[in-house]
């Protein structure tokens, strides 16, 4: 079964452009989340959709958002980036919704895309 | 002061010691995840866990909700185990859905 893919791995853009990540879960995976990873502040939690539908969402500026589509693969967009943009973004699919009390399943994570901005 | 804390922050061990990294968290939570990643970023879910203890392999991880803390612990290290490990717990919110809140992580090194 493949693992969760991200694409692109590696991303370089300039102050004030806007950037679109996507991430395909593992087949069978209704849930995907996001989450961005800097030296300074670690792992932090953007967004978590399920059928297509924002289930949560961290504290993060409204340049940052997302969409689910109904094969459950996920986007994430940045607008207006800024310096601190500058990250590794992943994200874990799981079979499902993370808020499901007593329905949880591990997370799978994608490899990542590592953004830079000049 | 963070949610969520792991001790200690870097570790370095020679090959075949026994390994503790401990977490403890200040909030109520749902689960506990323990993450493993290796340089150049990618994340494996090592444990989920809301109670008790759970092993695989030379990996063992406890938890204890009354104390809000959790350990994990590899017993006969290898060089390979060398990456950060990372603590995560779930927390639901009001309206349902769960988010999760990471520790800063350790970063284990293992010398042969």
Known sequence: ?118 | KNEVEQSPQNLTAQEGEFITINCSYSVGISALHWLQQHPGGGIVSLFMLSSGKKKHGRLIATINIQEKHSSLHITASHPRDSAVYICAVSLVTQGGSEKLVFGKGTKLTVNP
């Open chain 1, 1 to 118: 079964k493949a693992g969760v893919t991200q694409t692109p791995r590696y991303l370089i853009k300039t102050r004030g452009q806007q950037v679109t990540l996507s991430c395909s879960p593992i087949s069978g995976h209704r849930s995907v989340s996001w989450y961005q990873q800097t030296p300074g502040q670690g792992l932090q939690f953007l967004f978590e959709y399920f059928s297509e539908t924002q289930r949560n969402k961290g504290n993060f500026p409204g340049r940052f958002s997302g969409r689910q589509f109904s094969n459950s693969r996920s986007e994430m967009n940045v607008s207006t980036l800024e310096l601190g943009d500058s990250a590794l973004y992943l994200c874990a699919s799981s079979l499902v919704s993370r808020g499901l009390l007593g329905s949880y399943s591990p997370l799978h994570f994608g490899n990542g895309t590592r953004l830079t901005v000049t």
